[in-house]
């Protein structure tokens, strides 16, 4: 919650690339989390890391650096239907399995 | 089912009134997590189960606010005494068994409207 940090917009056009940050501070690191949320409906899972470096799955990437306390996730060649909230969660090593902390959610507008 | 299955979708309550929500989580899974969004913000942990069993309760209200998964039953999260606070997207999510990162299904939310 108060302790991971998203930008709350970005504005980005069709085709283009952007980067969504994110910095966390927990007392233990034990996974990061990026979710896609489009409004009204259920939160998805795009993407987890828990070691240092970059994930990539087809159009979207996602990297951590736990030394910095820092993701982001990169998605590339932006379509209409990337216009969604995308939540950083992180789960602290000393939380239940399930237990997640979120950040607030960034909302990517996606124009022509 | 092959989805976490939230009613009722929208629920308004007066101020003082009992609400309840309920949870259908994917068959064959046994975490079910309970988590609260107030205005678009940060969701916030409520409880979660092991099947029946409560397995972190550290994020539920001391008051008001209770949570059940019985065999062959919903799970189901009960605020009694409802306040304008309360008011908030509530989302239930489910994990298998052996859970990993990818694991955790969220259901679409209930909206509580306390007004």
């Known amino acids: 919650g108060q302790n991971i940090d998203q930008p709350t917009e970005m504005t980005a056009t069709e085709g283009a690339i952007v980067q969504i940050n994110c910095t966390y501070q927990?007392?233990?690191?034990?996974?990061l989390f990026w979710y896609q949320q489009h409004a009204g409906e259920a939160p998805t899972f795009l993407s987890y890391n828990v070691l240092d470096g970059l994930e990539e799955k087809g159009r979207f990437s996602s990297f951590l650096s736990r030394s910095k306390g820092y993701s982001y996730l990169l998605l590339k060649e932006l379509q209409m239907k990337d216009s969604a909230s995308y939540l950083c969660?992180?789960?602290?090593?000393?939380?239940?399995?399930?237990?997640?902390?979120f950040g607030a959610g960034t909302q990517v507008v996606v124009t022509p | 089912g092959e989805e976490v299955a939230q009613t009722p979708k929208h629920l308004v309550r007066g101020e003082g009134q009992k609400a309840k929500l309920y949870c259908a989580p994917i068959k064959g899974h046994s975490y079910v997590f309970w988590y609260q969004q107030v205005l678009k913000n940060e969701f916030k942990f409520l409880i979660s189960f092991q099947n029946e069993n409560v397995f972190d309760e550290t994020g539920m209200p001391k008051e008001r606010f209770s949570a059940k998964c019985l065999p062959n039953s919903p799970c189901s999260l009960e605020i009694q005494a409802t306040k304008l606070e309360d008011s908030a997207v509530y989302f239930c999510?489910?994990?298998?068994?052996?859970?990993?990162?990818?694991?955790?299904?969220f259901g679409e939310g209930s909206w509580l409207t306390v007004v």
């Open positions: 969660a992180v789960r602290d090593s000393t939380d239940s399995w399930g237990k997640l902390q």
């Open positions: 927990t007392s233990g690191f034990n996974g």
């Open positions: 999510a489910s994990s298998p068994p052996e859970p990993g990162p990818n694991t955790i299904y």
